[in-house]
Nanobody, 125 residues
């Protein structure tokens, strides 16, 4: 059974950078598409970025140029480096993984079977 555990969230100021991580276990990491989503209360879960073993990555418009998704297969860990953070980036960030997602569906949260518990990122002055 796949298990995902996020870490690294916290409280930062506008303009700061923050990296969050997601440890994967219970499966063969290389076989999974891995993604970050975020959610604020009262809103739907929102796609942030996705990547796979071939480093095919894509980003939401708000993340392009500021966020970098990466993964380390030797550690079975997914990362999200967030730069130039703004108050509107405040959310709970979730990692997700699934072994059977076609390219065109990678931005859809409903396509992912496995989720972490989330890590809070708060950007405030």
């Amino acid at each position: 059974q796949v298990r995902l555990v996020e870490s690294g969230g916290g409280l930062v100021r506008p303009g700061d950078s923050l990296g969050i991580s997601c440890e994967f276990s219970g499966g063969t990491f290389s076989g999974y598409v891995t993604a970050w989503f975020r959610q604020v209360p009262g809103k739907e879960r929102e796609f942030v970025a996705v990547t796979d073993r071939y480093r095919r990555s894509s980003y939401a418009n708000f993340a392009t140029g500021r966020f970098v998704i990466s993964r380390d297969s030797s550690k079975s860990t997914l990362y999200l480096q967030m730069n130039s953070l703004q108050p509107e980036d405040t959310a709970v960030y979730y990692c997700a993984a699934d072994a059977n997602i076609i390219l065109s569906s990678r931005r859809m949260p409903a396509q992912y079977k496995n989720w972490g518990q989330g890590t809070q990122v708060t950007v405030t002055s």
